[in-house]
């Protein structure tokens, strides 16, 4: 349905050159439901016969075509052999899941068995790395790279050996990073973090200076800042003198319990409870940080516990919590490839391929580097990555303890094929696993429906300049109410050839974090509901929803998206962060009880990986989880 503000908005001029591009695009390669450049970008792209999905915009993540199959999957859909092609294929290895957990465990495959093993990769997107993903813009000839999903290397110094080892192989060298980020960039330009209140909420829009979620989110400001910030932010007068006593009072909410009882009771009640029932705020003050959790924990504060706020959140500097001893010094947050962990899926891509690229060797020639796309799948590589392929089912040639093979059978472009291997690793979604292997004992298949994963939005935006941010002060900006609950200005990255936006005069990339959620009901129910409405948002809504509160917040600053917004890439994840748990409502099951570990056990020559495995939402996790599926079949006789 049209809105009345959709030409201010730029939807009529954005709609206009969509349509024509859809139609350019759509006879191109027949496969793509929406794309949208600016011309420039468009004609060169058009003109490259080589396919080359980073550089697509438009609805990615999770792009149409890629889920469609998996959803018949879920509802039941059989495919039996009769009605497959065999492409005569023998490999040593399947793995079915090209995210970062799959791509490592075909690197820790060939590295035991050796150069010669023959692996395949089968994943349902048009690209690899799983989450791990590339987006590319252009603007005037000038390339501006993005991420997708995967935004750092988080905690570099707890990675296993195995993960670290990894990174050491892929020529990843952390402490570069140091002088590669710009941490300054936007102080230098007096520019901090701020806070939008919309006026469906709040009475009217306001974009007010000051507020603090975490490191990520940009400088932190000084202490004191609340007392600014509640004068100006559209509170009532109860709200404002609750927000200031609860940034500076000292009581303790918890009194009575001991450390350990209130560290308990912190994991068991929301952040939300904690607020309303123990600090006794204004509601308008729980309000505000409903939706501070959601980059973290994809999840608000009414399903976050309390301990979620840890040390920097208001509330709990009175309990008299011992500060945790940190083993090292914390890092800040800057183990940022301009395509966030992309960059590590395409090296081990390359280490894999050699033949996808001359360069990309090292944490710096990999960040420029246009992959040839049309080598990963090449018949004369023992290693090959087949994308846009959903793996429909998975079993024993004959007895799972003594079959020599597994068959492996996935749908292509509505074809379906098998291929045989000798082992498998299953590095997809844990839920679609038990439709994949019926077979799988009953306990194992229950286990591996249990956790369910966070549904995300990361839509980047280019944008014509930083003009507006500038002028009102901030590059990152917080709503407690909006569509979106985050968006930043890019990380300053300067690696290899590649330069960032250094000037409020040149394009730069935006980055919107939106987490679709119910709030009141339980995690996992508003992860189930989240993903539902995900799958029913059009593109249309996304355009619509970012460029209003990006005029709305920006607005007084002199932003027009009708000329400001460049180009628009929703990366739309339903199935996002691996189920890490709901501390609200989870026992305290003893190891072997732990749902994740019951499911990831190796059935026969199947086993299991991906971050789901982990019950984490890492990569290094994820990595480590990938070597130890391969550690499980290599100790199979061949
Ligand atoms: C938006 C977002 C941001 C994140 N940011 C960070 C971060 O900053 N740092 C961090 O460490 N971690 C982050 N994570 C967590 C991230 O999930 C892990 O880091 C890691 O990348 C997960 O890798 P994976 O291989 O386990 O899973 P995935 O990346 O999900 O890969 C699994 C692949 O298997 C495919 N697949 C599923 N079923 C089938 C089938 N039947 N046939 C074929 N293919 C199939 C999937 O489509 C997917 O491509 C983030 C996650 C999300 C969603």
């Known amino acids: ?77 059989i495919w039996d052999d009769g009605a497959s092609v065999d492409t005569g294929e023998t490999y040593d290895l399947v793995v079915v899941g090209g995210g970062i957990s799959g791509l490592a465990a075909a690197y820790f495959f060939r590295k035991s068995a050796g150069p010669a093993a023959r692996i395949l990769v089968l994943d349902n997107h048009d690209d690899f790395g799983g989450h791990a993903k590339r987006n590319e813009f252009s603007s005037a000839g000038r390339l501006l790279i993005g991420y997708g999903g995967t935004q750092a290397i988080e905690q570099r110094q707890n990675w296993s050996p195995v993960a670290r080892g990894l990174r050491d192989e892929l020529g990843i060298d952390t402490e570069k990073f140091f002088t590669a980020v710009d941490q300054t960039l936007y102080a230098r330009h007096g520019m901090g973090q701020g806070v939008f209140f919309d006026r469906e909420t709040w009475g009217q829009d306001r974009l007010v200076r000051g507020g603090r979620g975490n490191p990520a989110e940009g400088p932190v400001p000084p202490d004191g800042w609340w007392r600014d910030f509640a004068r100006q932010a559209p509170f009532s007068e109860s709200a404002r003198k609750d927000f200031v006593r609860l940034h500076e009072d000292r009581t ?116 420029t580097a246009r992959l040839d796309y049309r080598r990963l799948d090449d018949p004369q590589s023992p290693v090959r990555v087949r994308l846009s392929s959903t793996v429909v089912r998975v079993r024993h040639d004959g007895e799972p303890d003594r079959a020599a093979h597994t068959i492996v059978t996935y749908v292509t472009g509505g074809k379906v094929f098998r291929v045989k291997a000798s082992r498998t690793v299953l590095a997809c979604y844990h839920s679609i696993i038990p439709k994949l292997c019926p077979e799988l004992p009953a306990r194992q298949r229950e286990a591996l429906m249990f956790g369910v994963k966070a549904p995300l939005v990361y839509t980047n935006v280019l944008l014509r300049n930083w003009r507006a941010f500038e002028k009102l002060g901030v590059s990152h900006v917080y709503t407690p109410s909006g569509y979106y609950a985050l968006m930043f200005l890019d990380f300053p990255v300067t690696l290899g050839t590649y330069r960032p936006s250094q000037s409020p005069e040149e394009p730069i990339l935006l980055h919107m974090v939106r987490v679709p959620c119910a709030p009141g009901r339980p995690r996992r129910d508003q992860h189930r509901a989240g993903r539902a409405e995900l799958l029913q948002t059009s593109f249309e809504v996304f355009e619509r929803r970012t460029r209003d509160v990006l005029a709305r917040a920006l607005g007084p600053g002199g932003f027009d998206p009708r000329t400001d917004i460049q180009g628009i890439t929703v990366n739309r994840w339903p199935h996002g962060y691996a189920d890490f748990g709901d501390p609200l409502t989870d026992p305290d099951w003893p190891e072997p009880e732990r749902p994740w570990i019951i499911a990831r056990q190796r059935f026969g020559r199947i086993a299991i990986a991906n971050s789901d495995a982990a019950h984490e939402a890492e990569t290094h996790a994820a990595i480590d989880e990938g070597h130890r599926a391969v550690q499980e079949l290599l100790a199979l006789p061949s």
Do not use: C
């Open 1 to 77: 349905m049209r809105q009345p503000d959709d030409r201010s908005l730029g939807m009529d001029r954005a709609i206009s050159r969509r349509d024509f591009l859809d139609g350019a695009r759509v006879a191109l390669t027949g496969s793509l439901a929406y794309r949208w450049l600016e011309p420039a970008a468009w004609a060169e792209q058009s003109a490259s016969p080589v396919p080359y999905p980073p550089a697509l915009t438009g609805m990615r993540g999770t792009h149409d075509g890629a889920w469609e199959v998996a959803h018949q999957v879920r509802d039941g859909k």
């Open 252 to 367: 303790d909410y918890l009194s009575g319990l001991s450390v350990e009882e209130k560290r308990r009771k912190l994991r068991s009640i929301s952040y939300k409870d904690y607020l309303l029932q123990y600090a006794r705020v204004d509601p308008q003050v729980a309000a505000y940080f409903q939706q501070r959790t959601h980059s973290g924990w994809a999840i608000g504060i009414d399903a976050a516990p309390a301990s979620a706020a840890g040390r920097t959140w208001p509330g709990l500097q009175g309990l008299g919590l011992p500060a945790p001893e940190p083993a090292v010094p914390a890092d800040p947050y800057i183990f940022h490839f301009p395509d966030g962990n992309a960059s590590i899926a395409r090296l081990i891509v390359r280490a894999l391929i050699p033949a996808v690229s001359a360069t990309g060797q090292g944490m710096e020639e990999i960040v």
